[in-house]
């Protein structure tokens, strides 16, 4: 029980400051409107994909983009909590390690899903009809990618010891995992490589996973449904996992 | 009686740095126990070591009858820490940071309100209370992590430096309530700090540590004693007549007479005093003034610490910890 309220309000923690925090909020907002709309403009008018509008095609991966930065950002936030010194707090209370995880992870999570659920009104925007059971349907798979994404976060903050990491991160995870995630064009007509490689992202099964449910049959999927959620689970389990372990080292 | 906290041989090295060597040390029940020592000498280490959020290099304690090693929760549960870096969330109101810590510490939902309501009277906070801590005084800051760390009861309260950083009044006022808790609560306290004074009007014993070993351990007043004992001078003309008094009737033994002033060092002056006082009126001596000089933990502090110990130790013969102390002082 004592876990149960120690999990509970790591949690509302995080969701308190989140909401609290104007400036991001104003920017989780613009930046995906930025993203739709110029360069979704942009591209529809040049790069010459006919089968279907652009706008429509990049919105999944814009989702998925808005929450893969959200929960970097929200994971490294612990690095934070240890330069402030309330990381302290929380460890040395009755609190176990695995339930702080657990709280911060629930709490980073709930911000993350915010973050992307923010993002779907623009879809009326863009022209793409989404019903309310096609958004009941993206929820769960937007849960399984944000738990994924935000244990990577969180096992960073577990091993870097200070805000240097903070660009690398920026450079070595947010951006490839975006790019090589299909989120801004098919990976049909991309060589060989690159395909490969984006196959080991698991970012691009959760794109392909959004757009199957979000785009009806104009989309031709990469993968069946089911190949991408149980890899989305897999990765999901697996990063869990790992953060846990990790961060019950830190001192 | 049974000691709240036993350590046996603790130690904990950074790499070729042993910060805490070997310590062993008892705190009974009840007790306001000082630490003091220079900067570095592995007092906070010591203290995040005993609130398990430092594993020892090698030896162990307990607290509350719990070991350290093992048992985590159990002395997590039973602790409370105010540590000497801030740790609170500024971000955050006064009362949040307060609900937090309540929710972290399972403090039953019925009592919450009321105790943060009391400790925040108690620090003079109130009427802060909702607002963020980002707007707070360094030392309002500090008041609201003491009211923090009492908020669940603990049977033993750590404050790593407690005052850095507190006004005169504040002070005085936490060392007030820290008193009134030992005696109320039946709280045991363990403190470090850098205020000599307050060191000797607030801990029933203290410890001086260097170099992560303990250097003296007493009472205070013990300690202050063992360098001497107090001084009594008194100005007067005819300063031989008292000096032979005084030793004649074997009130004291040291008297030196020098510029027309008496010097008698005694175990307690206080008490002697007026003794002296009145075996100098009945023979008839005319005393112009008096005035005390006893020595203080400051005085105890730079004896057991300064640089005369650590001369000392630089010149024992052939010693390897010497001769690298000394390479490190270069
Ligand atoms: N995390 C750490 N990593 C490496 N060395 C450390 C660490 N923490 C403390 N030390 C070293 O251990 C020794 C004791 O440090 P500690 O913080 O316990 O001193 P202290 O007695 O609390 O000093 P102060 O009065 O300055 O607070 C110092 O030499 C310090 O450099
Ligand atoms: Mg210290």
């Given at each position: ?148 994404l935000v244990c990577i976060g969180l096992t960073f903050a577990s091993v870097m010891k200070s805000f240097e990491g903070f660009g690398l991160i920026q450079t070595f995870i947010n951006l490839p995992m975006f790019f090589l995630s299909g989120a801004l064009f098919p990976l049909t007509n991309v060589p060989d490589w690159l395909r490969w490689v ?54 | ?93 006064g009362l949040e940071n307060l609900q937090m810590h309540a929710d972290l510490y399972d403090v039953p939902v019925s009592e919450v309100g009321e105790r943060i309501t009391s400790v925040l009277r108690l620090v003079q906070l109130e009427d802060r209370a909702s607002d963020y801590l980002s707007t707070y005084s360094g030392g309002m800051r500090r ?188």
């Open positions: 029980m004592s876990e149960v309220r120690g999990i509970y309000t790591l949690w509302l923690r995080e969701v308190k400051k989140f909401l609290r925090e104007k400036p991001r909020l104003l920017n989780a907002f613009v930046q995906p409107l930025l993203w739709l709309f110029i360069f979704g403009t942009g591209m529809r008018f040049s790069a010459g994909v006919t089968e279907y509008n652009y706008q429509e095609f990049i919105f999944p991966g814009l989702v998925c983009q808005a929450m893969l930065f959200t929960a970097m950002f929200m994971g490294i936030s612990v690095i934070w909590d240890r330069e402030f010194g309330f990381l302290k707090e929380i460890l040395v209370s009755p609190v176990s390690r695995p339930s702080i995880f657990l709280g911060k992870m629930l709490g980073a999570s709930t911000d993350v899903m915010l973050q992307g659920i923010i993002i779907f009104p623009f879809a009326y925007l863009i022209g793409a009809r989404i019903g309310l059971l096609v958004f009941l349907e993206a929820l769960p798979i937007m849960l399984l990618i944000t738990t994924g984006s196959f080991c992202n698991p970012l691009t099964y959760g794109v392909d996973a959004m757009r199957t449910v979000m785009m009806g049959n104009v989309f031709v999927p990469l993968f069946p449904l089911y190949i991408d959620i149980a890899v989305l689970f897999g990765f999901a389990v697996v990063m869990f996992l790992v953060g846990t372990w990790a961060f019950s080292r830190t001192e | 009686m049974n000691p709240v906290i036993e350590t046996f041989s603790l130690t904990k090295r950074f790499g070729s740095n042993t910060a805490v060597n070997a310590l062993s040390l008892r705190i009974e029940k009840g007790e306001v126990f000082g630490i003091l020592g220079p900067n570095g000498a592995g007092k906070s280490t010591l203290l995040s070591m005993l609130c398990t959020i430092l594993k020892p290099t090698s030896g162990t304690a307990t607290v509350n009858g719990f070991d350290i090693l093992r048992q985590h929760h159990e002395i997590r549960q039973s602790i409370g820490i105010v540590f000497q870096d801030p740790s609170v969330d500024a971000d955050m109101t008041r609201l992590e003491i009211a923090r760390g009492l908020l669940h009861y603990p049977k033993v309260l750590f404050l790593d430096e407690p005052t850095i950083g507190l006004d005169p009044q504040s002070r005085e006022h936490m060392w007030d309530h820290i008193r009134m808790l030992r005696k109320r609560e039946d709280m045991t306290i363990i403190l470090t700090t850098h205020y000599m004074e307050e060191a000797d009007r607030l801990c029933d014993r203290v410890a001086i540590i260097d170099h992560g070993r303990i250097v003296a351990l007493d009472k205070p007043s013990v300690l202050k004693k063992s360098l001497g004992g107090d001084t009594i001078i008194l100005g007067i003309k005819d300063g031989e007549s008292l000096r032979a008094l005084l030793v004649g009737n074997g009130m004291a033994e040291k008297v030196e007479v020098h510029n027309g002033e008496v010097r008698v060092t005694v175990a307690n002056a206080n008490i002697l005093l007026p003794r002296i006082m009145e075996a100098a009126a009945t023979a008839g001596i005319y005393i112009d003034y008096v005035y005390l000089n006893h020595p203080d933990m400051n005085d105890v502090f730079i004896h057991y610490t300064g640089r005369d110990l650590r001369h000392e130790e630089a010149k024992a013969p052939m010693g390897k910890m010497a001769m690298m102390r000394r390479r490190r002082v270069r």
